[in-house]
């Protein structure tokens, strides 16, 4: 079946403008997670959605950061006033939810944001 | 709280020599294990992990990774480098349930031919 989609792959911007970065998760998955990766680090946690319950929002670097999910689908984050810092492959992950376990994060492919 | 860490930020192997991949966590419940791998201008794969049923842990691509308690290491290992290993390599911990994943920095792996 379909893997967890990402668009655009790649997104140029100025700084000072807002960005909007799009998953599409694999489909019946409950848990979505955006998570980044700045060049020559590991991937940062930045937001997670189980469901109905209500976001975990802590790894949120600033409220410049936002991400919104429509029931169990499609989910944008949003970056607004980019700095370069933001600079990053920003990745989207999916998961089933299994009681009592641990499921495996399915990864897309990420968009690389690039802010000049 | 949880963190990982992957010692050696560059490893390079001669294709068919052993692959050791460095992994030490820190987690104050029951950790859950996870390698995954990520090509260039790709997304991420998982490799393998561990939920606690068995401390040796085999993946994909002949890859295997071993849960040691005592020493807080889960440490990638093959028996046999090829081209095709070469990428970067994540080593990851969370708690039970869908969690986010902690991840290291990642290991880089080149195979020389």
């Known amino acids: 079946g379909a893997g967890v989609s990402q668009s655009p792959s790649n997104k140029v911007t100025e700084k000072g403008k807002d960005v909007e970065l799009r998953c599409d998760p694999i489909s019946g998955h409950t848990a979505l997670y955006w998570y980044r990766q700045r060049l020559g680090q590991g991937l940062e946690f930045l937001i997670y959605?189980?469901?109905?319950?209500?976001?975990?929002k802590s790894g949120l670097p600033s409220d410049r950061f936002s991400a919104e999910r429509t029931g169990e689908s499609v989910s944008t984050l949003t970056i607004q006033r980019t700095q370069q810092e933001d600079s990053a492959v920003y990745l989207c992950?999916?998961?089933?939810?299994?009681?009592?376990?641990?499921?495996?994060?399915?990864f897309g492919p990420g968009t690389r944001l690039t802010v000049l | 709280a949880q963190s990982v860490t992957q010692l050696g930020s560059h490893v390079s192997v001669s294709e068919g020599a052993l692959v050791l991949l460095r992994c030490n966590y820190s987690s104050s419940v029951p950790p859950y294990l996870f390698w995954y791998v990520q090509y260039p201008n790709q997304g991420l794969q998982l490799l393998l992990k561990?939920?606690?049923?068995?401390?040796l842990v085999k993946g994909i691509n002949g890859f295997e990774a071993e849960f040691k308690k005592s020493e807080t290491s889960f440490h990638l290992t093959k028996p046999s480098a090829h081209m095709s290993d070469a990428a970067e390599y994540f080593c990851a911990v969370s708690g039970i349930g869908n969690t986010p994943l902690v991840f290291g920095k990642g290991t880089r792996l080149s195979v020389i031919a």
């Open positions: 992950a999916s998961s089933p939810r299994t009681s009592g376990r641990v499921d495996t994060q399915y």
């Open positions: 959605f189980q469901g109905n319950s209500a976001p975990d």
């Open positions: 561990y939920t606690s049923a068995a401390t």
